[in-house]
């Protein structure tokens, strides 16, 4: 005899998909738009509940279906009102899901993969390395949880205006199960954020960023981090990959055919005495020149073992002021959330490491031939 198979967690599935399951359950597909409504604007995991379904359909689903969050293992909260949650995700490992709050905005700064193999220098995720990637349903899962957590009415009043996929992990690593959940946080009847509202974070992996271009196209941040090649091989090693000519080559193609307001945002790590010179400033304002850009200067957050130091307030000012010079929009990331090690790069989850080989191990040149 066969063995059931397990319950299909519905934070997996995007609209399409469960229209799907519905079809093939004899369903019309408007009634999975009504079950998504439930869960995503109503913050609904009981199937009993949702009383616009029938009594037969509510016990068809509570039969194939479940509605599961990750389980909490801890939640911090930050003097200045950042909320930190681990999530636990399997037996062996965790990760974190930052809310941080500004004015009327909320942004929800969400985990992709548990650790990430990239292995940029400066970044504790990277250092953990890499387990494995979330399904789509442990990343939705990490929104609804925290819309509950924060006591959000999911229809009005929402706590979270913003996501981000700045948490652990290389988002476009993991395409297959970020793309249905951006569909997820897009869709009316699921989060119902508007494009610019969710931003992508990458490190440069070029042939996914010409994907999401054309299949979702939200806002973008690429995390640059040096002004040229030689610099970043050595912090972000993805780029002897994918190389800086390669990399803004895709940017371009990124923000072309979109309105004129379109532009990526460039994350640039302040590094003392590594990346930060005024010489890199003038080299940076080169790079982006005549493309619809912001720069995002994100002071260094230290964490146990790296050699790297944040650059002195004052070398940032500097910094700023020479690409502003050069007219490119520049603005310095509050540090949020430190006191709980809730700050870029500061996520490390509970990673059990799966992987052998380091990114940076590998030589220049048999990576980019
Ligand atoms: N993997 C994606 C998204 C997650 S990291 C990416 O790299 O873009 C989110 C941002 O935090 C990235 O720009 C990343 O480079 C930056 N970051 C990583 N470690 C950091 C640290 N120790 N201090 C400050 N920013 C860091
Ligand atoms: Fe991964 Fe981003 Fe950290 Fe690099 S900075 S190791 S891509 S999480």
């Known amino acids: 005899m066969m063995a059931a198979a ?5 934070f997996g599935l995007d609209r399409t998909a469960l229209r799907a399951r519905f079809l093939d359950m004899g369903e019309p597909p408007y009634r999975a ?5 439930w869960i995503y ?3 609904m995991d009981d199937f009993g509940a949702m009383t616009n379904l029938g009594k037969d359909l509510r016990a068809q689903l509570a039969g194939h279906f479940v509605i599961r969050p990750p389980e909490l293992l801890t939640e911090q909260v930050s003097q200045d009102g950042t909320c930190k949650w681990v999530l636990r995700v399997d037996a062996r490992n ?3 899901t930052v809310f941080i709050p500004e004015g009327s905005r909320g942004t929800l700064c969400i985990s992709s993969q548990v650790g990430c193999a990239m292995d940029c220098s400066f970044c504790s995720t990277g250092a953990q390395g890499f387990s494995r990637n979330l399904t789509t349903a442990e990343i939705v899962a990490q929104v609804w949880f925290a819309s509950k957590a924060l006591g959000g009415n999911f229809q009005t009043a929402r706590a979270i205006s913003n996501v981000v996929f700045m948490g652990m992990g290389e ?3 993991n395409y297959a199960e970020v793309l249905p959940t951006l569909r997820i946080l897009l869709d009316d009847h699921g989060f119902g954020l508007s494009k610019r509202r969710v931003t992508v974070s990458t490190s440069g992996l070029v042939p996914f960023m010409d ?3 054309e299949d979702c196209d939200t806002a973008l941040a690429v995390s640059l981090h040096a002004p040229n090649d030689e610099l970043r091989n050595e912090l972000v090693p993805i780029n002897r990959k994918y190389p800086l000519a390669e990399l803004m080559a895709a940017c371009r193609r990124y923000t072309e055919q979109k309105d004129r307001k379109a532009h990526i945002v460039y994350e640039y790590v302040m590094l003392e005495g590594v990346n930060d010179r005024t010489e890199h400033a003038l080299q940076l304002a080169k790079l982006l020149a005549g493309l619809p850009a912001k720069v995002n200067l994100i002071p260094f957050n230290p964490f146990p073992g790296t050699e790297y130091r944040r650059s002195k307030l004052e070398q940032i000012r500097n910094f700023a002021g020479v690409l502003y010079a050069k007219d490119i929009l520049t603005t310095t990331r509050k540090t949020r959330g430190d006191d709980i090690d809730a700050a870029c790069g500061q996520l490390v989850g509970r990673v059990h490491n799966r992987q052998r080989r380091r990114l940076r191990d590998i030589p220049v040149h048999t990576v980019h031939s």
Do not use: T
């Not at 397990?6 to 519905?10: A, C, E, H, I, Y």
């Not at 738009?33 to 409504?37: E, I, L, R, T």
């Open 6 to 10: 397990s319950p299909v967690n519905l």
């Open 33 to 37: 738009d009504q079950v998504m409504h």
């Open 41 to 43: 604007r109503r913050g």
């Open 94 to 96: 965790a990760v974190e």
């Open 171 to 173: 988002p476009l690593a």
């Open 211 to 213: 994907r999401l271009r």
